[in-house]
């Protein structure tokens, strides 16, 4: 198992930028997949970034590709996401979220399964972003 806990969400003008950081316990953070989703106000919750093992492959929303960045520093058992020209409708609460590579095959990421919630087992708290016009 591993928990998950987000940090670095706060309140910025748009154009602005915040840098996300969620930190997992455990000794196995390198074999889990790591994706970052964000739920806005009466809305589901959606894909936002997602990032393979060593960090070789990463993917987006089309709604944030350009804007943000996702990495990972396995050394510090820790996902990042990077977020730059930040817009009023990128406020939402921001989860990361982890799914054990071993329980996965290509189809994953080929399939797009990735961008579902329901794929990810482990779920951090949430930190809440919010962009003022």
């Known amino acids: 198992q591993v928990q998950l806990v987000e940090s670095g969400g706060g309140l910025v003008q748009a154009g602005g930028s915040l840098r996300l950081s969620c930190a997992a316990s455990?000794?196995?953070?390198?074999?889990?997949?790591m994706g970052w989703f964000r739920q806005a106000p009466g809305k589901a919750r959606e894909f936002v970034a997602a990032i393979s093992l060593r960090g070789g492959s990463t993917y987006y929303a089309d709604s944030v590709n350009g804007r943000f960045t996702i990495s990972r520093d396995n050394a510090k058992n820790t996902v990042y996401l990077q977020m730059n020209s930040l817009k009023p409708e990128d406020t939402a609460v921001y989860y990361c979220?982890?799914?054990?590579?071993?329980?996965?095959?290509?189809?994953?990421?080929?399939?797009?399964?990735?961008?579902?919630?329901?794929?990810?087992?482990?779920w951090g708290q949430g930190t809440q972003v919010t962009v003022s016009s």
């Open positions: 455990g000794r196995t953070f390198s074999s889990y997949y």
């Open positions: 979220a982890a799914e054990i590579a071993l329980s996965r095959g290509s189809s994953w990421w080929e399939l797009g399964r990735y961008r579902r919630p329901d794929e990810y087992d482990y």
